[in-house]
């Protein structure tokens, strides 16, 4: 086995590493939510919410690398 062939997968994780960002901060906001929920630890569970508008911001910028949005916007100022 050479050192392409084992490079190859952390190559091809790191194209869609805004992804796995994304996907990771959805996973670790859920997972403290559903915990605060259930010990009933309101003050865990809102500020686990917080994860959510970073996790979209890199969804986002994961999507326009990907060219899923224009980069020119539809919002023009005057």
């Known amino acids: ?3 392409d062939a084992l490079l190859r997968p952390f190559a091809l994780l790191m194209e869609y ?3 796995l960002l994304a ?4 996973l ?6 559903t915990y605060g929920l259930r010990t009933e630890d309101t003050v865990m569970a809102l500020g686990a919410l917080l994860f959510l508008p ?7 910028v994961g999507l326009r690398e ?3 949005f224009d980069e020119s916007s539809s919002i023009t100022p005057e």
């Open 23 to 26: 996907v990771s901060g959805f």
């Open 66 to 68: 990907r060219g899923w």
């Open 28 to 33: 670790i906001a859920g997972a403290a939510v």
């Open 1 to 3: 086995m050479d050192a």
């Open 54 to 60: 970073n996790a979209l911001v890199l969804l986002g």
């Open 17 to 19: 590493r805004m992804y």
